[in-house]
């Protein structure tokens, strides 16, 4: 059975890695926005799960403005799924519902 | 003391189960966000056929049309290099799924029958520049549909993601 990732056991982490998952690459003002944090908890995330070699952070310019992108790299996209059947498989032991609150 | 990611992982069911919901509904709303394409881009394709219209109309001379045609080829090589530089912010490709691709084609394939049935209509009736104005229908029809269809297909995956 998959196990959870402490690396993205953390909510923020994991909120991050599953918008990144949903992406092919994001930028950072707009995982930011969605992960609902601030630019240095973003940062700093971001920056620890770089370190991991889960996220690739790619740095560039639209115009003169410099922006960021992010991306989740093959090792954390196998990571990520792992997580969410680690979570899936708690949920499915316990007989819980993903339906309803 | 807070829990850190560095804390050995352990969570209850209701906990998992109200994680993996926050994951469905962030993914979603990510997805949801933004159109699957940007409309300047079968915008720029509907002038390019337009132009390939009017440059091979009867009557033009040979330089014209060469001329023509090699612009509106280094144009459209430059649409797609701009596109694939400045697009990277699309959903992962494991969300497009057959049904997305078969809603884009079909409204490819209604632009196309669309220019089709209108040139060959204005050139039976022997409209200068029939096909030219045929372009420039498409163009319209792309640029009036594409970011309603662009939103439904992000529309559609979202749906899904929240589905599980």
Redesign the interface.
């Known amino acids: 059975m998959a196990?959870?990732?402490?690396?993205?056991?953390?909510?923020a982490?994991?909120?991050v890695m599953?918008?990144l998952?949903?992406?092919?690459?994001?930028?950072f003002a707009?995982?930011r926005d969605?992960?609902e944090v601030s630019d240095s908890v973003l940062s700093k995330h971001a920056a620890?799960l770089e370190a991991a070699g889960y996220v690739v952070i790619r740095k560039g310019h639209?115009g003169k403005r410099p922006r960021t992108?992010l991306r989740l790299s093959g090792a954390g996209r196998e990571a990520y799924a792992a997580h969410?059947a680690a979570?899936?498989a708690?949920?499915a032991?316990?007989g819980?519902?993903?339906t309803g609150e | 003391m807070d829990a850190t990611p560095e804390d050995a992982a352990y969570i209850t069911p209701e906990a998992a189960a109200r994680s993996l919901r926050e994951i469905r509904a962030s993914q979603a709303g990510i997805v949801r966000a933004r159109p699957w394409f940007p409309t300047w881009y079968p915008v720029g394709v509907g002038v390019y056929v337009t132009g390939l219209q009017f440059f091979t109309e009867p009557g033009t001379s040979g330089l014209l049309a060469v001329t023509g045609t090699t612009l509106l080829a280094v144009a459209l090589a430059g649409l797609i290099v701009v596109l694939a530089r400045t697009n990277r912010q699309v959903p992962h490709r494991s969300l497009v799924r057959p049904a997305v691709v078969g809603a884009f084609v079909v409204w490819l394939l209604v632009g196309v029958a669309v220019c089709m049935v209108l040139a060959i209509t204005l050139s039976s009736a022997e409209v200068a520049y029939g096909r030219t104005y045929a372009g420039l229908a498409v163009t319209a029809f792309m640029a009036l549909t594409g970011p309603a269809v662009a939103f439904a297909i992000t529309r559609r995956m979202a749906a899904k993601i929240e589905q599980g």
């Open positions: 196990e959870l990732d402490p690396i993205i056991h953390a909510p982490r994991l909120r599953s918008l998952a949903a992406m092919e690459e994001a930028e707009s995982v969605a992960a620890a639209v992108w969410v979570l899936q708690i949920v032991q316990s819980l519902s993903l």
